[in-house]
């Protein structure tokens, strides 16, 4: 079992900044991709970004490119979301999520979630 929780989130005015974190605990080591998932409200959940173990993979949704960076630190078990130039539509929760496999988008292919962090974007 992997347990994930995140932190980070919070209310901030559209062109702003925030940095999401997530500490991984328990069977680390099988938490070989690590992801960031959103969901608002009626909406379906999200992918956002995902990363390797190593690092080298990323994989960004179109919606996020170019103004998110994920990150991972595996001696501290952390994996960082920096988000830059944040929009109103970027408010939702976001999720911190795990897999044993690689990079992917799909949400269903995730085996461990967070409880989940709010980010609010006023306009």
């Known amino acids: 079992q992997v347990h994930l929780a995140e932190s980070g989130g919070g209310l901030v005015q559209a062109g702003a900044s925030l940095r999401l974190s997530c500490a991984a605990s328990?069977?680390?080591?099988?938490?070989?991709?690590m992801g960031w998932f959103r969901q608002a409200p009626g909406k379906e959940r999200e992918f956002v970004a995902a990363?390797?173990?190593?690092?080298?993979?990323?994989d960004y949704s179109d919606s996020v490119k170019g103004r998110f960076t994920i990150s991972r630190d595996n001696a501290k078990n952390t994996v960082n979301l920096q988000m830059n130039s944040l929009k109103a539509e970027d408010s939702a929760v976001y999720y911190c999520?795990?897999?044993?496999?690689?990079?992917?988008?799909?949400?269903?292919?995730?085996?461990?979630w967070g409880q989940g962090t709010q980010v609010t974007v006023s306009s």
């Open positions: 999520a795990a897999r044993v496999a690689g990079v992917s988008a799909r949400y269903q292919l995730y085996d461990y």
């Open positions: 328990g069977r680390t080591w099988s938490a070989n991709t």
């Open positions: 990363i390797s173990w190593s690092g080298v993979f990323t």
